[in-house]
């Protein structure tokens, strides 16, 4: 009998073996990145639509249950980059069985792969299967939909549909607690490129598209990931080491930290917050932070009397009040949901309300201001809707002037400033969602005097502003009065949303 002699592969096949292997790996694991990121984006679109976000792209994607962030972020946004054109030529295919029309996110997701991604063929996944069958269909209609938009490329049909794109910094607050700012820097540089924030001392600047979630500094809440213009609001507030300071709005704490910090630790930091989940994101903040001189308190700021023992020693407050986050849009990817797309009708509901968060946010800061012991209040919002801001501010001038407050100028250096509808609009300060990729606003108050309640010296700089006697001379602002308009009718979203909070 003829022995069946032992033949070795040959290395060419033994090569090609693993290559299958490792291509049918890397297909499961596309596969099951595209699930993942067709339930977040299932809930994205749906909050869209009811304009009602149960949370931002970030937010759902860096929850506990997405196992590959970075991936289903990315696939995510250039899905939704590419959404408008990917329902075009889904509509003018018309490859779509009842069962695939049900499962339209998947569907998006895939096809999006298929027509602008690396999915060159598909052995795994149903939806995969279905399309890929139907690539060609597909092509042919993305291909006369270019003819039909005049366009001879993607690039062009993508300028088309106006969809901007926005990369922003990467900007981390060191938390000076646990850590120094040159040690920081030291250690992030061994992974990125860091420069020093020009502005705010304790923020460092990393390159757009940096990713630091799963850093072991930020794990450690050594670092914490905080915008600049929300970095500027406790360091203009500048609270001193041994003061009582009352943070009214505080969750989900990434200022409240921050002011422990600028109080090294020291003093006392009292943390309001009304609403009971956000409580727990504030005690994990602050827990996360190692400061040990922050009280949280569980309750209404509204319902706190100035004149009682544990506030009446209050020497600062922060109000970071719920708002309408318009000036954050473009850091939670607005624009790339559909709501956002030209030609969208503008959401005028919004106006009643932004009415309603403009009604608390004046109660808020007249209350503010009426703590007897206080010389510093901050308010701010990541609005960029004169409703939320100037005119909050102007509505409070007058007490503000009777309790001896006078506005100041945070940050002089800064160019931008409010709008110049109010008395003292120079010492206010906006960031623009467009130039600085966020759009916040901040104001100062400090007591000089003791207004009509006691005796106090009366004590002005060059950069101050006396809230009653203010002349109307600040003609200089470069922002534009309609486009806030415009924001004021197309803000939609709660600031529960925001990446600020
Ligand atoms: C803009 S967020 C604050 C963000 C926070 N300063 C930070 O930087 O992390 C506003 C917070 O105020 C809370 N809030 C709203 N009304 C309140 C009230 N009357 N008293 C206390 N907290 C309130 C909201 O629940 C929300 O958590």
């Known amino acids: 009998m003829a022995r069946r002699k032992h033949r070795a592969t040959p290395p060419s096949a033994a090569a090609e073996k693993s290559d299958n292997r490792r291509h049918l790996s890397m297909e499961r694991s596309a596969?099951?990145?595209?699930?993942?990121?067709?339930?977040?984006?299932?809930?994205?679109?749906?909050?869209?639509?009811?304009?009602?976000?149960?949370?931002?792209?970030?937010?759902?994607?860096?929850?506990?249950s997405v196992r590959n962030k970075k991936?289903?972020?990315?696939?995510?946004?250039?899905?939704?980059?590419?959404?408008?054109?990917?329902?075009?030529?889904?509509?003018?295919?018309?490859?779509?069985?009842?069962?695939?029309?049900?499962?339209?996110?998947?569907?998006?997701?895939?096809?999006?792969?298929?027509?602008?991604?690396?999915?060159?063929?598909?052995?795994?996944?149903?939806?995969e299967k279905f399309l890929m069958r139907r690539k060609e269909?597909?092509?042919?209609?993305?291909?006369?939909?270019?003819?039909?938009?005049?366009?001879?490329?993607?690039?062009?049909?993508?300028?088309?549909?106006?969809?901007?794109?926005?990369?922003?910094?990467?900007?981390?607050?060191?938390?000076?607690?646990?850590?120094?700012?040159?040690?920081?820097v030291l250690e992030l540089q061994k992974q990125f490129k860091v420069q020093k924030d020009d502005l705010v001392p304790d923020l460092l600047v990393l390159p757009p598209g940096s990713d630091l979630h799963d850093h072991?500094?930020?794990?450690?809440?050594?670092?914490?990931?905080?915008?600049?213009?929300?970095?500027?609001?406790?360091?203009a507030l500048a609270p001193k080491p041994e003061w009582e300071v009352l943070d009214a709005c505080s969750a989900p704490g990434n200022k409240t930290v921050h002011i422990a910090a600028l109080m090294r630790g020291k003093g006392k930091v009292i943390a309001c917050e009304l609403n009971e989940e956000r409580v727990k994101r504030l005690k994990e903040t602050i827990r996360l932070s190692g400061a040990s001189n922050i009280k949280v308190l569980h309750g209404d700021f509204l319902d706190l009397n100035p004149e009682d023992p544990p506030y009446s020693k209050v020497r600062a407050i922060l109000l970071d009040p719920s708002c309408s986050g318009s000036g954050t849009a473009s850091v939670r990817l607005d624009h790339l949901l559909p709501s956002s797309a030209p030609g969208q009708a503008a959401d005028f509901t919004s106006i009643e309300r932004l009415?309603?968060?403009?009604?608390?946010?004046?109660?808020?800061?007249?209350?503010?201001?009426?703590?007897?012991?206080?010389?510093?209040?901050?308010?701010?919002?990541?609005?960029?809707?004169?409703?939320?801001?100037?005119?909050?501010?102007?509505?409070?001038?007058p007490?503000?002037?009777?309790?001896?407050?006078?506005?100041?100028?945070?940050?002089?250096?800064?160019?931008?400033?409010?709008?110049?509808?109010?008395?003292?609009?120079?010492?206010?300060?906006?960031?623009?969602?467009?130039?600085d990729k966020e759009g916040f606003f901040i104001a100062l108050f400090v007591r000089r005097?003791?207004?009509n309640r006691s005796e106090k010296p009366n004590v002005t700089d060059g950069h101050t502003h006396r809230a009653s006697t203010a002349k109307r001379s600040?003609?200089?602002?470069?922002?534009?009065?309609?486009?806030?308009?415009?924001?004021?009718?197309?803000?939609?979203r709660n600031c529960s949303h925001c990446d600020c909070c």
């Not at 299932?42 to 929850?63: E, F, M, N, P």
């Not at 899905?79 to 054109?85: M, N, R, S, V, W």
């Not at 945070?410 to 010492?427: D, I, K």
């Not at 600040?474 to 939609?492: C, D, E, I, Q, T």
């Open 355 to 397: 009415n309603k968060l403009a009604a608390f946010q004046r109660k808020a800061l007249a209350h503010a201001l009426s703590f007897p012991d206080v010389e510093r209040v901050v308010y701010s919002t990541c609005s960029v809707n004169q409703v939320e801001n100037e005119d909050v501010v102007k509505s409070v001038l």
């Open 137 to 184: 269909a597909l092509q042919a209609a993305l291909a006369r939909l270019l003819v039909k938009k005049k366009v001879k490329s993607v690039e062009e049909l993508i300028a088309l549909y106006d969809i901007p794109d926005i990369s922003n910094p990467r900007y981390v607050r060191v938390n000076t607690l646990k850590m120094d700012v040159e040690t920081a």
């Open 71 to 127: 991936g289903t972020f990315a696939l995510i946004c250039q899905t939704l980059k590419y959404l408008l054109i990917i329902q075009d030529v889904l509509k003018a295919a018309d490859v779509l069985n009842s069962k695939w029309k049900k499962q339209d996110e998947l569907v998006y997701i895939v096809t999006y792969d298929i027509l602008f991604g690396q999915v060159s063929s598909s052995a795994v996944g149903d939806a």
């Open 31 to 64: 596969y099951f990145a595209r699930r993942e990121a067709a339930k977040v984006l299932k809930l994205v679109l749906q909050g869209d639509a009811k304009r009602q976000s149960v949370g931002s792209i970030k937010t759902l994607v860096y929850g506990p």
């Open 399 to 435: 007490l503000a002037a009777s309790n001896g407050f006078q506005l100041e100028t945070p940050f002089p250096e800064w160019h931008r400033r409010g709008l110049p509808v109010v008395e003292g609009a120079e010492c206010l300060l906006r960031t623009d969602p467009k130039e």
């Open 474 to 492: 600040y003609v200089g602002a470069h922002l534009n009065l309609f486009k806030m308009f415009a924001h004021a009718h197309l803000s939609r």
């Open 449 to 451: 005097s003791s207004g």
């Open 216 to 235: 072991h500094l930020i794990k450690n809440g050594n670092v914490f990931m905080q915008g600049k213009a929300s970095s500027m609001v406790a360091a």
